[in-house]
C-alpha cells in the first residue's frame, strides 16, 4: 500500500519560511519522481515544484528564488523549504509521487497540509 504523508505547514508571517515534509512508503522511491502541488481556494492545483530520481529539479516561476526542493532517498523523504512566503503562497500542498517510463506506476497524493500565509 503506498502511503504519502506530508507535514510541516502552518501559519506564518509575509517574509517568513516553511519547510514541508513529504515521508513515502510502499514504493521504490529512488526511482520516483516526487512532486510539490498546491491548490488555493477556487484555483486549479498547480505544481509547485518537482524532483527526478535522476536528479533533475524543476520549480515554478512564481517561486523560483524563493523555494527549494530536495529529497533523501534514504529517508524516502521530499522536502519543501519555502523562504520568503507571500500571501499568495497561501494553499493546501500536496506530495505526489510517479514513475515514469518502464515499469510507470502512480500518481499516488498525500493527504495535503495547510500553509496560510498571514499580511
Known amino acids: 500500500q503506498v502511503q504519502l504523508v506530508e507535514s510541516g505547514g502552518g501559519l506564518v508571517q509575509t517574509g517568513g519560511s516553511l519547510r514541508l515534509s513529504c515521508i513515502a512508503s510502499?514504493?521504490?522511491?529512488?526511482?520516483?519522481?516526487m512532486s510539490w502541488y498546491r491548490q488555493a481556494p477556487g484555483k486549479q492545483r498547480e505544481l509547485v515544484a518537482l524532483f527526478t530520481g535522476d536528479g533533475i529539479r524543476t520549480l515554478a516561476d512564481s517561486v523560483k528564488g524563493r523555494f527549494t526542493i530536495s529529497r533523501d532517498n534514504g529517508k524516502n523523504s521530499t522536502y519543501l523549504q519555502m523562504n520568503s512566503l507571500k500571501p499568495e503562497d497561501t494553499a493546501v500542498y500536496y506530495c505526489?509521487?510517479?514513475?515514469?517510463?518502464?515499469?510507470?506506476?502512480?500518481?499516488?497524493w498525500g493527504q495535503g497540509t495547510q500553509v496560510t500565509v498571514s499580511s
Open positions: 510502499g514504493i521504490m522511491f529512488s526511482r520516483y519522481t
Open positions: 505526489n509521487a510517479i514513475l515514469t517510463g518502464a515499469g510507470a506506476n502512480g500518481p499516488y
